[in-house]
């Protein structure tokens, strides 16, 4: 099957599955990104502070592929926040990337103590009417970090970033991001790797004679979600691309929603993060 697109709010479209690169050193990024582009990935995500932009860029200078062919996501640290330097930051970045614009750029957290995001978001802004950023998002944005961001600028965030797999489902973000009309990207949508095993879940893989992974990536993607699992063993990147043909029913969607629980954050609450 051809891979997924979403459209997003200004217009632009984004891979629905794209390839994540959190804790991928730098010298093992060029491998790992050359691996998914050549499996097909055509969307890489990656941030700054995950120093390893330049291995990344490296792959995608590599591939030969036209400009217009994949898809780069990259995010401003939190350090990095307020309006001069975010733009430093990302002056920065695309050196890193030796690219000319990238197609997303994410305030990476709101980081809610420094008061810092509304004046990055501006910054975000200005980069896209630049266009070096094509399109400006947000990452583990609460209602009130992406209405203030509304209020402030009148710009929307074409999505927001958030910890989303099946023991963290995220409803009520994803009701707010319905109704202001922003995509839902999924993070950690493995869970890390750690929810694998759950026998629910290692069921209905069987039943659709897939790995409980391809099982959560199609969940995921059938629910709405833009998804960015991360691996660096060539045959898991190769398994969790090969997830468009599993169609889940309503009875396995249903399965999945119980699986839902309010305590299951792996990562750090937004609120709080540095
Ligand atoms: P993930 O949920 O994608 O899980 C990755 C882990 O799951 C792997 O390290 C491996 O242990 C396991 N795994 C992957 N594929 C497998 C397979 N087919 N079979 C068995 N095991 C498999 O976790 P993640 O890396 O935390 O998240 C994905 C991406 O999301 C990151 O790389 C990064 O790009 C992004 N992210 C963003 C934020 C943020 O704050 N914006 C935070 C965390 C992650």
């Known amino acids: 099957a051809t891979q997924p697109h979403h459209k997003l709010n200004d217009g632009s479209t984004i891979p629905s599955l794209g390839f994540g690169v959190w804790q991928v050193p730098d010298d093992g990024a060029a491998a790992a990104v050359g691996k998914a582009l050549a499996v097909g990935y055509r969307h890489v995500d990656t941030a700054a502070i995950y120093g390893n932009e330049r291995g990344v860029g490296e792959a995608l200078a590599n591939a030969g592929l036209a400009r217009d062919a994949f898809y780069l996501t990259t995010k401003v640290w939190n350090e990095a926040q307020g309006y001069d330097k975010t733009r430093r930051a990302f002056d920065e970045s695309l050196s890193r990337l030796k690219l000319d614009h990238v197609d997303l750029y994410l305030i990476h957290w709101p980081s809610p103590h420094r008061g810092l995001y509304v004046e990055t978001w501006k910054a975000l802004v200005e980069l896209k009417k630049e266009g070096r950023a094509k399109a400006i998002g947000v990452s583990n944005f609460q209602p009130d970090h992406l209405n203030r961001i509304l209020d402030a600028t009148g710009t929307k965030p074409v999505l927001n970033q958030i910890e989303l797999h099946p023991r963290f489902q995220q409803k009520k973000l994803r009701a707010v991001h319905a109704e202001l009309g922003i995509a839902t990207e999924a993070w950690s949508p493995l869970g890390q790797g750690k929810i694998l095993e759950d026998p629910v879940l290692v069921e209905l893989a069987r039943k ?67």
């Not at 995921?220 to 997830?243: C, D, M, Q, Y």
Request: hydrophobic share 45%; aromatic share 4%; glycine share 8%.
């Open 208 to 274: 659709h004679g897939c790995k409980p992974a391809q099982l959560i990536l199609a969940w995921h993607l059938a629910v709405g979600n833009i998804v960015i699992p991360k691996s660096v063993t060539p045959e898991r990147i190769v398994e969790n691309f090969a997830v468009f043909d599993i169609k889940l029913g309503e009875d396995d969607l249903a399965a999945i929603a119980k699986l839902d629980d309010p305590a299951g954050r792996i990562g750090p609450d937004p609120d709080k993060a540095s």
